[in-house]
């Protein structure tokens, strides 16, 4: 009897203390929660997945260090939300496949970052390793670590993997817009390899014993389910959000490929674009994009030109898009969480890579606002520690200690 009585009491005090848990952030009004979302913010470690700062600085200088004109990166606006290890994009276009030279180009990208950090060692430090990130949080420090947007740097050699890990690239996203010698992207309507390319595969295993995190954003939905037959490690989508909001869109994630990264201990990082969370304004913007790529083929410019810039610009300025919240990136993150739990999802911004953001989440000031909308939603602060950095860490490390693993097999 009394083995019974500590049972259900044991029982009793499981489920008030769930009841309370869950209940705590519903007793407190919007303002202490924006409170509490901001204490947060700063209290706990963040990390962005995917900031395109260095191809923004590479198309019109700023110093970073200081508040900037343009853009969504600068040094007062990341500690005004708090944003601790945003990941420097080395984003490599794709016209470089055909032309040669992104090698050259990917290191003159890292050159840049390692340039802002050196001069500004108060501020930012390059980060190649979960230790080192968290270091840099303990003083107050914001990391740098970097990944590759696009693998055409690799140019079909399997050395030039060491060569980038050893300077500083902690993941690679395999392809970007057009499908490259390692794999097909959800971009292209022409099918090169309908999945990885053969050097693909090898490239992904390579990455597994160096230490690099495989980045499926941009691939094709063949391309995904080759890297997870692949993989000896978790693997990222670094920038990429919920299909399930845009429907028939293949760049972002359907249920069934963010359940099975999950199942691979993976994590998607949700983008922040607006045309990644509302499925009306990605139709739109697909248009204007179609629009802007026709003309600039018929004046013979490529994207980043400074003349195809201000076409852009000019162009975009006219455009009434439909306005995207704050709100509805939380219900990207909730799709995640209803899929899979709460140990598979981060945030992947795309900050200075997409034109359009929410209203809310124009910049990476404000994090504390999306923050704010999951404490709303009855998320624990275990929770939010989770999306905001703990999910990350957790594939990063496990990627670091696989390749100790096949090092030592070798040895």
């Not at 060692?121 to 080192?132: M, T």
């Not at 890990?165 to 392809?175: E, N, Q, S, W």
Request: charged content about 25%.
């Amino acid at each position: 009897m009394n083995l019974l009585y500590l049972v259900l009491l044991t029982l009793f005090l499981f489920v008030s203390a769930c009841e309370n848990k869950t209940s705590l952030n519903n007793e407190m009004t919007d303002e202490q929660l924006k409170i509490k979302a901001n204490e947060l913010a700063h209290k706990l470690l963040i990390i962005d997945t995917h900031v395109d700062v260095p191809y923004r600085l590479e198309s019109k200088w700023e110093d970073i260090s200081q508040s900037t004109e343009k853009g969504h990166f600068d040094y007062p606006r990341a500690k005004d939300g708090g944003l601790d290890a945003p990941f420097m994009s080395i984003y490599i276009p794709a016209k470089y496949e055909k032309t040669g030279g992104g090698r050259e180009f990917a290191n003159k990208l890292i050159d840049m970052v390692e340039g802002i950090a050196n001069e500004h060692p108060d501020k930012f430090a390059v980060a190649a390793s979960v230790d080192a990130v968290i270091e840099n949080f303990k003083n107050g420090i914001i990391s740098f670590p970097m990944g590759m947007e696009n693998g055409t740097p690799i140019e079909g050699d399997l050395k030039n993997l060491k060569y980038f890990y050893d300077r500083g690239i902690r993941y690679i996203t395999l392809t970007h817009s057009k499908s490259n010698h390692i794999s097909d992207s959800s971009y292209d309507e022409e099918i090169q390899w309908n999945g990885l390319s053969p050097f693909g595969g090898k490239v992904v295993a390579e990455m597994n014993r160096l230490g690099m995190m495989v980045d499926v954003s941009h691939l094709s939905d063949s391309s995904f389910y080759d890297v997870i037959q692949i993989s000896n490690a978790p693997v990222i989508a670094s920038h990429s959000s919920c299909r399930y909001f845009t429907p028939e869109w293949e760049r972002n994630m359907n249920d069934e490929m963010i359940k099975t990264l999950a199942d691979h201990q993976g994590v998607i990082m949700i983008s922040f674009g607006s045309s990644f969370i509302n499925g009306k304004v990605r139709v739109e913007n697909s248009k204007h994009w179609k629009y802007i790529a026709n003309w600039l083929e018929e004046n013979n410019l490529s994207s980043g030109d400074t003349e195809a810039e201000k076409f852009k610009d000019d162009y975009f300025a006219k455009v009434d898009l439909e306005e995207v919240t704050v709100s509805q990136v939380a219900d990207h993150i909730d799709r995640v969480v209803e899929l899979t739990g709460i140990d598979y999802v981060g945030f992947g911004s795309d900050f200075d890579g997409v034109r359009s953001v929410p209203v809310g989440l124009s910049d990476v000031s404000m994090y504390p606002n999306l923050i704010f909308e999951l404490l709303k939603r009855d998320y624990s602060e275990e929770d939010i520690e989770k999306i905001c950095s703990g999910n990350l860490l957790r594939v990063w490390k496990e990627v670091e200690e696989t390749a100790n693993r096949l090092q030592l097999v070798e040895d």
